[in-house]
């Protein structure tokens, strides 16, 4: 077997030319760094260049790293020191196994530092993520931490009315507890307090902007929100069909329709990041960014195992879960699967789209701290050689058919039946006037709302 063999069979790797036995934290932080993660293994007698050079006594090596181990590392690591022979040279693996134990941390030199992996290096752990490594010790996530909010002074007719919508099944109060959103005595966990009415975490947030061109420069239209994580999907869905065209070409029989993004791509998307953003970053919310190629939506929180997407093969991402209350919690809502295929849907769904090309596809990108999703335009509307029509959001169709029914209705009436406040009825009838959808006569809290012949041809829904 050779090294290159040898190295694909493992989660991360890290290369050491010598053991460096009065410097043993140049080693000890990657295995920290694997026992902390997906686990990993550090090859003796290889340089950094991948360079085959050997070890002269690899038994004197084993003995040292077993007693480096003991002394410098706490709690011990699960570890297995494999020798191999390659082209006649002797190298010494030291398998370390992804620990159940977390935080691991290297203790010497008047230091106790946890390290995570960080793509290819080691580095030392944020007090985000020592809260994630303390959690994972404790076989405990964010979202199923007990919260002081008790269920009694908390409601959730969001959840409720999605259930019944989406699953056509009757919701019951004794789903909060099954589904982990309450705890036996009566107190939310934070996932129960993303799915409350009047959500209390403060990091429960989206921004969302359509930018002038393709570059962050002046907006064309912003949105924040903050609050329960349905309503936070609902308004960036509203936001992307408001904010996005739906282009059409001619055919001799009629028009054939071409929209920008492939729609269920969108909310494939969406639903991820609201899913597996880090919650435990208390100044962070997810961007939904438009600009006139591309939307791209970003999230706080890298990769849960601390790998770079941009670094693998997303057929074969692992459907690990940084929330998997929160997740369990969406796919009963059939928001998502339970297996994890969402990014692959999002590239597929978008593949399949008309008007979308090989340099079209979408981007995934990560950090240790953040996440995002790219998808590109499938029309270039110098190409398209008709018309674009910007599509209505659902809440705005819903407001047109209301009005065409009942012209005098006020913007009260219509946040009660609509479920939404009064403000953002006001903010969507100040965008359907300012499309020319529609127009106003009479005074301001007497006059009559009239349906122009723009706004006669609803769009589809996301």
């Known amino acids: 077997m050779d090294l290159k063999t040898l190295i694909s069979e493992c ?18 932080k990657s295995v920290s760094a694997f026992a902390n993660g997906s686990g990993g293994s550090l090859f003796f007698g290889v340089s950094d260049e991948g360079t085959m050079k050997g070890l002269d006594n690899v038994q004197h090596v084993c003995e040292t790293v077993s007693a480096k181990i003991r002394d410098y590392m706490d709690p011990l690591p699960d570890v297995e020191m494999i020798p191999h022979e390659i082209d006649g040279l002797n190298v010494l693996e030291l398998k370390v196994s992804a620990g159940h134990y977390t ?10 530092v946890a390290f995570v992996r960080i793509g290819d290096e080691s580095l030392p752990a944020t007090a985000e993520q020592m ?3 303390v959690l994972k010790g404790a076989n405990k996530t964010f979202d199923s931490l007990r919260t002081d909010y008790s269920e009694s002074d908390h409601s959730f007719s969001i959840l409720a009315n999605a259930f019944r919508t989406r699953t056509k099944q009757e919701w019951n109060s004794k789903f909060l507890l099954s589904f982990g959103l309450i705890t036996n005595t009566g107190f939310l966990t934070n996932a129960g307090a993303l799915f409350a009415d009047d959500c209390p975490l403060p990091q429960s947030r989206l921004y969302c902007t359509r930018w002038d061109g393709r570059t962050k420069g002046d907006a064309i239209n912003d949105e924040e929100f903050s609050g329960n994580v349905l309503m936070l999907l609902r308004e960036a ?8 065209k739906k282009g059409w070409k001619k055919l001799p029989d009629g028009r054939q329709n071409r929209p920008e993004y492939a729609e269920r791509a969108v909310l494939e998307a969406l639903v991820n990041h609201f899913i597996h953003r880090d919650y435990t970053v208390m100044g962070g919310e997810v961007h939904l960014d438009i600009y006139d190629d591309r939307l791209a939506v970003t999230s706080p929180g890298g990769m849960y195992n601390g790998m770079l997407i941009q670094d693998l093969d997303i057929a074969d991402v692992s459907s690990e879960r940084r929330n998997p209350v929160l997740a369990n919690v969406m796919a009963q809502l059939d ?22 090309a090989d340099n079209l596809k979408p981007v995934f990108k990560s950090t240790p701290t953040q996440f995002q999703t790219v998808i590109f335009a499938a029309i270039d509307e110098q190409n398209v050689g008709d018309v674009s029509e910007t599509q209505l959001s659902e809440r705005q169709r819903k407001m047109i058919e209301l009005l065409k029914k009942s012209p005098t209705m006020s913007g009260r009436q219509m946040s009660e039946i609509l479920s939404v406040s009064q403000r953002t009825i006001e903010r969507e009838l100040s965008r359907l006037k300012g499309r020319g959808l529609l127009r106003h006569k009479g005074k301001d809290n007497a006059g009559a709302w009239e349906v122009l012949s723009a706004a006669q041809s609803p769009s589809p829904a996301i």
């Open 11 to 28: 989660t991360a790797y890290d290369f050491k030319l010598m053991l460096e036995e009065k410097r043993p934290k140049s080693w000890l």
């Open 103 to 112: 935080p691991y941390y290297y203790v010497g030199d008047g230091q106790r």
């Open 131 to 133: 809260m994630r490594l």
């Open 237 to 244: 869905l509203n936001f992307v069909k408001s904010n996005t």
């Open 335 to 356: 928001y998502m699967e339970k297996r994890g295929s969402g990014l692959t849907r999002i590239y597929n769904e978008t593949k399949a789209l008309v008007g979308s």
